[in-house]
């Protein structure tokens, strides 16, 4: 009996082994299909079609041939985010370096910003204000779809717009190079990159609309990490 049981204590150990080598090489092969398929998601053309569709910025049309569809190039709003915020920031070091006052600096910025966005988002925001201030969630859609602007839309673009500009100023006076350059890549990163987050898990509000072509969670989750990897460099810097 003594004999024997270093033989099964052996045994057991070699079977541990060869669990643990299978779960190994089962990591391995998952490790390397995620690769492959995130270089699949990721090209050109999808960054190409996130800045036709966050910007203004006028792109050639032959950066179009692959004719890569939104829901499939999310994972680069928050690349686009990036570099409207560096944008930014070059635009907010010029003025302060050429002596303008912090407040025009500050209102520049911001006019910049809606300019490159053509007011993107402000439009949404002014659009779900309106429709809180309506009544059961048929009226809000109603009042969401309608073009004209209501008080409460009113109200939160220029609350938004005075709070940009604080912001911005606070920058300014006196110049904050890296701080500046955190928060203008970084908020406009991120900010881009959970729209792809709420997109790829909520339900869209109503069917045939922008939204209701949903992304895929794979394509949010790529996005949110190159939103992390750009702020972990910007906390380097």
Known sequence: KNASEPRLHLEALDREAKRAGTLAGQLMQLESDVRTVALEEVDLGGLVTSLAFLTRVPLPSFLFSDGVSTDRAVWAFPVVGALIGLALWVLLSLLSGFGFHPLVVAVAVVAAGLLITGALHEDGLADVADGLGGGDLARRLEIMKDSRLGAFGV????????????????LADPLKPGLALALLVGAAAWSRALITAIWATLPPAIPGGLASVRPHVQQAAIALAIALGLLLVLLLL
Request: net charge positive; hydrophobic share 75%.
């Open 155 to 170: 109200l939160a673009l220029v609350l938004m717009v005075v709070l940009k500009v604080g912001v911005v100023y606070t």
